[in-house]
């Protein structure tokens, strides 16, 4: 074990003191960046299922299967060296939202870091879901039906997470999202991850779909979820590079998770227990990073498992979104020239 410990810090000690190799990336010098993004997908998933009671159904109606929609969202992201914020402030109303009903969000987002680590620091909150399963416990549901909504069911997730990278030499994670740098000749990193969040789940009475709560048993009534998770594990980020400009990335973590949770009921009735599960990071992006102007697509993707003996949970969030930047030619404030002297800064 002490051995493992010496070599880790070993390579990360190595790795801090590595510098950027020119024919593999190259930092631009323009720092002020200002990019507009369309979200084309974006949800919330929250899935349920009992292992309380036998379901002979033939198709099982006791799972259900929470959706909340914001699927044309425009957002801003203004970034500046190692700092960046990101926030959305439109949105277009879904054409079908009789049959679903309809979802408010608020989204914003917080960056500081760059090639060696990055903390992101973010805010969701989705209110309004429907069940995508309705048609299992509904016998006359066709196209034209309403799903069951459930308009005062929410999530509010307050999240930072950390990324280390460890190829700081040949590899610019920042190249394929915000693109403050530009990734020449294709190079991997594996990466550390380690997330700190608290999610809260709730709406008024319950969550199970009113014709099936007999399913339920003792969680009938059962109307509110809070978790606190930490978690830490790698993974791997790699970007492609064809013609200098047009680049692909990946990046996957994967990292065991400790939740502290707390189960709420409409009767009054609460209970916390804690579990050891796991939790998943999923990103890919694909465009063109010029000189000034930079376009890409890319996909997020969070998992994680609130699963017990009773009651299977998972939690997902997913979103696809087309991004257009540019950078700034500004002239860079005194107080930051400081700033990038101190130690502090050259922690990033």
Avoid at 44 to 52: G, P, T
Avoid at 53 to 66: A, Q, R, V
Avoid at 128 to 136: A, C, I, M, Q
Avoid at 298 to 318: A, K
Wanted: with cysteine; glycine share 6%.
């Amino acid at each position: 074990m002490r051995l493992s410990l010496l070599l880790f810090f070993s390579l990360f000690t190595l790795y801090l003191n590595a510098q950027c190799d020119t024919n593999y990336y190259r930092q631009y010098d323009d720092k002020f960046i200002v990019s507009l993004h369309n979200s084309f997908a974006r949800q919330y998933d929250i899935s349920f299922d009992q292992r309380m009671s036998k379901d002979t159904n033939i198709t099982k109606k006791s799972p259900f299967h929470y959706y909340a929609e914001g699927d044309v969202i425009s957002g801003i992201e203004i970034d500046y060296d190692i700092f960046g914020i990101s926030f959305d402030y439109k949105a277009v109303p879904p054409k079908d939202v009789n049959r679903k009903g309809k979802t408010e969000y608020t989204d914003l987002g917080l960056s500081i870091g760059k090639q060696k680590w990055k903390l992101d620091l973010s805010y969701k909150m989705y209110e309004g879901f429907y069940d995508l399963n309705t048609k299992t416990y509904t016998p006359s549901f066709d196209s034209t039906s309403s799903y069951y909504q459930n308009p005062s069911m929410s999530t509010r997730c307050t999240k930072a997470k950390f990324m280390y990278i460890t190829n700081t030499k040949r590899f610019a994670y920042d190249a394929a999202y915000s693109c403050s740098d530009r990734q020449i000749k294709t190079a991997f990193s594996w990466i550390f991850v380690g997330n700190l969040y608290s999610n809260q789940i709730r709406t008024d009475s319950s969550f199970v779909p009113y014709p099936i709560r007999s399913l339920y048993s003792n969680f009938a009534d059962f109307n509110g979820l809070r978790v606190v998770g930490l978690s830490a594990g790698a993974g791997f980020s790699v970007n492609f590079v064809v013609f200098h400009r047009i680049f692909y990335n990946f990046t996957l973590a994967v990292e065991p998770e400790s939740q502290w949770r707390e189960y709420h009921f409409a009767s009054g009735f609460t209970t916390s227990r804690n579990y050891l599960r796991t939790s998943a990071d999923l990103r890919a992006s694909l465009g063109y990073n010029g000189k000034k102007f930079f376009a890409f697509l890319s996909g997020i993707g969070d998992y994680s498992n609130y699963s017990s003996g009773q009651l299977m949970i998972t939690n997902s969030f997913v979103s696809g979104s087309f991004t257009l930047g540019y950078r700034f030619t500004i002239k860079k404030p005194k107080f930051y020239k400081n700033f990038e002297k101190t130690k502090l800064y050259q922690m990033f």
